[in-house]
């Protein structure tokens, strides 16, 4: 009998000396316990997880078609263009149709179409497009029912081991449910979008997964997958999804009828803060976002910023750097005010920030096709909502190229989408309209002063 009470103490004294994990390891106590399965979230989940098939019409680049001799003898049958086809998913997040997929998986497209995981399929239509963060908003069309839609939840929450669900199309095989953990939360070096901040899980998501869901264990949306880490094209457990926060942002202004997102304008540029700033400027360690410019009528000049500050906090949220700060940003409504908080000389200040968005002025974008270096560029005037969506120091003036067609002198000369065009042949251009006429002077020798990364460059062609 006094063996027996020495064992049952001696129990007892372990299970308080083992770690928590040791000791909830046991074998499941009944049938139900074996029985545990996701089964529930995902039959929640699944319909409201569509797959997406764009179309698109490309042009034939097939060389031979360039020889006149052999497009007369042998042309005839081969097309000049072509439809290509690209698959995606996508996920309902409203019942009267709206539903959210990645930009590229639907950018070009001439028809769109989804598929519910019912079979049937449906026309859809491009309500929103936000290339910035990769989002597009499509509408299910002439279809007066009430469709299954996921609800958001607060990404903000969702913490590094939290169990995640991916559901998507991958490699066209039909729906499927991948499980895993987040790896990570708020990773901002990633350099797929303007808004660097993606949840990384390692459930497997693979070609075709794209705007599909990524869901926790309650069934709500956590975030849209986006992109993989892969060296083979296929799932190496390093996924990326746009957190449900984001996507909310777009998925509002879709709902309101905006054709565009609204967002909050800073009025300043920032910059990352390296070990050598940080030991400058008497920081413990590199964090935060260093105010490197500021424009002089901005919301920031109007809430005491100064160059040289380093944003720590928005709203008590803690900012690691600039990436950081342009999401916590990016997702406040317009129309309130945002507590910043930032360092100054080593002493701690703080500023009420009105979010507006930026100024809009005419773009007048126009194709530049005289013979010059700069031709096959389209430029336009630049603004400051312009300049905050190249993210170019807001106090810079002059004329920005926005696209650089391919094959064509500018692209070729080396110029860039973000360049800023101040003079051509030492003649001050401000508008679009006056560097379509300066380029359009024909020359023998180009002079051609830009501000490309924050630098000015001075450049000489022919002679």
Known sequence: MILVRLFVAACALLTVLLPASAQERRAPANAAELTMSYAPIVKRVAPAVVNVYAARVVENRNPLLDDPIFRRFFGQGIPRE???????SGVIVDAAGLVMTNNHVIEGATEIKVSLADKREFEAEIVLK??????????????????????????????????????????????TVTHGIVSAVARTQVGITDYQFFIQTDAAINPGNSGGALVDSGGRLVGINTAIFSRSGGSQGIGFAIPSNMVNVVAASARSGGSAVQRPWLGAKLQLVTPDIAESLGLKRPQGALVAGISANGPA?????????????????????????????????????????????????????????????????????????????????????LADELRLDPSAEGVVILDVANGSPAQQLGFRRGDIVTTVNDRGVAKSRDLEQATGQPSRIWRIVLIRGGQRLAVQFGG
Do not use: C, M, W
């Open 130 to 175: 936000d290339p910035r963060t990769d989002l597009a908003v499509l509408r299910i069309k002439d279809s007066g029912e009430r469709f299954p839609a996921l609800t958001f939840a607060d990404s903000d929450d969702v913490q590094v081991g939290d169990i995640v669900l991916a559901v998507g199309n991958p490699f066209g095989v039909g729906q």
């Open 82 to 88: 072509q439809v290509s086809r690209s698959l995606g």
């Open 301 to 385: 000049a109007r809430a005491g910023l100064k160059s040289g500050d380093v944003i720590t906090h928005i709203d008590g949220q803690p900012v690691e750097d600039p990436n950081a700060f342009d999401y916590r940003f990016g997702t406040k409504p317009v129309g309130g005010n945002a507590r910043i908080t930032a360092l100054r000389g080593g002493r701690e200040v703080q500023g009420e920030i009105a979010l507006r968005t930026a100024p809009q002025t005419p773009r007048e974008d126009i194709v530049l096709r005289a013979r010059s270096p700069l031709a096959g560029a389209t430029v336009g005037n630049l603004s400051p909502a």
